[in-house]
C-alpha cells in the first residue's frame, strides 16, 4: 500500500480532527475516525492528478470531500444501510460546518482582515495542537467545545466522574495553549 505524499500528509491532524467531530462519539468503537483519515489521504494521493486547484485551501476543501465520501460510505458499511446521497451530502456540509466553526473559534479574537485570511492556516495548526493531547483530554475537549456535551454526559461517555472530566478539560485546554504556543 502506498503511503499519502508528504504534501498532503500535513493535512492528517486537520482531517483527523474533522472526522472526530463529526462521527457519534457512540460508534467510536466500531468506527476509527484515523483509518478513515488514511482512506482519505491514500485516495487523495492517487487522485493528486485529477486536483485541479492551486491553494492550499482549495486542497483542504478537496480533502474534505474526500473524507466526507470515506465517512459516509464507512458509516453506511458499518450500519449496513443503503447507501443514502442525502446523509452524503449531509455529511459533506457538516464537514465544510466543522471547519467554519473550528477557524471562526480560532478568529474569535482577530479584528483584522488579513489575520482572517489566515484561518485555515490556523484550523490546521489547532488540529495538530489538539493531535498531540493525550486522547481523554482531547476527547474531553472536543465532546464539550464541538458537541456541546455537558460535564455528565462527557464523564458517562468516558466512564469517570463529572470531577475528573472537569480536570480533564482544565488540563486538555491548558495543554492544548502550550501545543498551540509550541507550534508557533
Not at 508528504?6 to 457519534?24: H, I, K, T
Not at 483542504?60 to 470531500?65: H, K
Not at 447507501?83 to 452524503?88: K, L, N, S
Not at 467554519?100 to 480560532?106: A, C, F, I, T
Amino acid at each position: 500500500m502506498s503511503q499519502p505524499s508528504p504534501g498532503l500528509d500535513c493535512f492528517r491532524s486537520y482531517l483527523l480532527l474533522l472526522a472526530q467531530v463529526r462521527l457519534d462519539p457512540r460508534v467510536k468503537g466500531k468506527l476509527d475516525a484515523s483509518d478513515v483519515v488514511q482512506q482519505t489521504l491514500l485516495e487523495a494521493h492517487q487522485g493528486l492528478g485529477q486536483f485541479r486547484g492551486q491553494t492550499r485551501e482549495e486542497q483542504a476543501a478537496w480533502l474534505r470531500q474526500i473524507l466526507a465520501r470515506n465517512l459516509a460510505n464507512a458509516v453506511r458499511d458499518q450500519r449496513r444501510q443503503k447507501r443514502d446521497v442525502r446523509r452524503e451530502r449531509s455529511l459533506q456540509a457538516a464537514l465544510d460546518d466543522s471547519a467554519s466553526r473550528l477557524e471562526n473559534w480560532l478568529e474569535a479574537d482577530q479584528s483584522s482582515p488579513s489575520q482572517h485570511l489566515h484561518g485555515q492556516e490556523r484550523a490546521m495548526r489547532l488540529a495538530e495542537a489538539l493531535a498531540g493531547l493525550p486522547e481523554p483530554q482531547r476527547e474531553a475537549v472536543v465532546l464539550r467545545h464541538w458537541h456541546g456535551w455537558s460535564l455528565a454526559d462527557i464523564a458517562q461517555q468516558l466512564q469517570c466522574t463529572p470531577a475528573a472530566v472537569t480536570g480533564l478539560l482544565h488540563r486538555g485546554l491548558k495543554n492544548l495553549r502550550k501545543n498551540l504556543q509550541d507550534l508557533g
